[in-house]
């Protein structure tokens, strides 16, 4: 059986996971969160790569897969690692613009150290044509680990934050994979039609291009 290792620091990444197992029953999905340094890995690429690092070395080049379930992670230090260890596939999710998006108001929901990376400003820049609004939101990825983000707080700062000055996203984009535990409660507030976005999707596309499986729950060419 192929084996998928997949690494976050949180609900994110189990998240991912219960999706993966769902969508691939074919596969093994080995679950590798690292809740203890939560904090290190959302703070900054340096520290997300070395807390990676120290992580996966038990399963680098013993998985067919390592995928990293952390947006921060996938957009800094995905290169580096597979420069690194040429023998082990890896993917990540991706910061980009969905070719099904619609001329209107898009929000970007995501964390401060996101808003530092290369891949911000270019999507950024192909969003040039869009009105776009960023929610910066530091405390939430923490919060909903611990079980303690609620609906009265995400109404009332999408309330306060985000519907307000006439702009109404028709789109959101998640660059925080924590965040896709709360989408339920997103789409309350803003309205169950919103598309989101969190690049999962393209993920599955490459997992199947890159173990050759056939779509679906698929089977092995």
Known sequence: MLKIAVFDS???????????EQELPIVD????????????IQSSPKSARRCAENALRSYIGKVDLIIFANHLLSVTSLKYF?????????????LELPCSFI?????????????????????????????????????WPLKIDDGELKLPEITNVLNTKVLKDNFRPADVIIACSQFN????????VLGEKIKI??????????????LRIRGGAGKKK
């Not at 999905?29 to 290190?40: F, G």
């Not at 597979?82 to 991706?94: M, V």
């Not at 976005?197 to 890159?210: C, E, L, N, P, Q």
């Open 10 to 20: 949180g609900y994110g990444g189990e998240n991912f996971a219960d999706q993966l």
């Open 29 to 40: 999905v080995i679950r590798i969160i690292d809740w203890r340094h939560a904090e290190e």
């Open 82 to 94: 597979k420069r690194k260890y040429k023998n082990q596939r890896f993917l990540g999710l991706t």
């Open 103 to 139: 001329r209107k108001d898009i929000l970007i929901l995501t964390t401060k150290a996101i808003t530092k990376t290369i891949s911000y400003r270019q999507l950024l820049f192909q969003l040039k044509s869009f009105r776009v609004k960023t929610l910066i939101l530091e405390s």
């Open 181 to 188: 535990d709360i989408i339920p409660e997103i789409k309350k």
């Open 197 to 210: 976005y969190d690049g999962r999707r393209d993920v599955f596309s490459d997992i199947y291009k890159t």
